[in-house]
C-alpha cells in the first residue's frame, strides 16, 4: 500500500489505496476550511467528495476528499459537528463554486446552513 501521512492535516493516498475512516485526521472546521482551500488553490487539484454521515448518533461526520491530476495523489480530511444545536458551517463554495453540489446536497441530508452561499444559492436561515 502506498499511502502515507504526508500531513498531519490529511492522509495522502493512490487511487487504488484502501483506508479506514479511522485513519482520516479529524480536524476543527476553522482548520479543515484553510486546509481545503489552500489545497483547492493548488493546480491540479479538485474535490472528487466532500459528503457527511451519522456517526454514533451524536455527531456528523464530514469527509473531503481533494485529488491531484497529475500525480493522482487523494488527500483526504475530515470534520466532525455534534448533531444537537445549530449546525451551521461556513460555505466553501463562497470562493470555490465547485463545492457547491457536496455542499447543497450535505445542508439538504442534514440540515446544515451554509453561510455565505454563492449568489446562486443565497444563505439558507
Do not use: W
Not at 448518533?57 to 487523494?74: A, P, S, T
Amino acid at each position: 500500500m502506498n499511502k502515507t501521512l504526508s500531513s498531519s492535516h490529511y492522509l495522502a493516498v493512490k487511487k487504488t489505496d484502501h483506508v479506514s475512516t479511522l485513519e482520516i485526521p479529524v480536524l476543527s472546521y476553522s482548520h479543515f476550511y484553510t486546509v481545503v482551500a489552500e489545497l483547492l488553490q493548488q493546480p491540479g487539484n479538485h474535490c472528487t467528495l466532500y459528503t457527511a454521515y451519522a456517526e454514533d448518533g451524536d455527531r456528523i461526520k464530514f469527509i473531503c476528499y481533494i485529488q491531484n491530476d497529475l500525480d493522482q495523489e487523494i488527500k483526504i480530511l475530515s470534520h466532525e459537528l455534534p448533531t444537537a444545536g445549530r449546525k451551521q458551517l461556513v460555505s466553501l463554495s463562497k470562493d470555490f463554486l465547485s463545492m457547491s453540489p457536496f455542499e447543497n446536497e450535505i445542508a439538504k441530508n442534514f440540515g446544515i446552513d451554509f453561510l455565505y452561499l454563492n449568489a446562486s444559492n443565497p444563505q439558507r436561515s
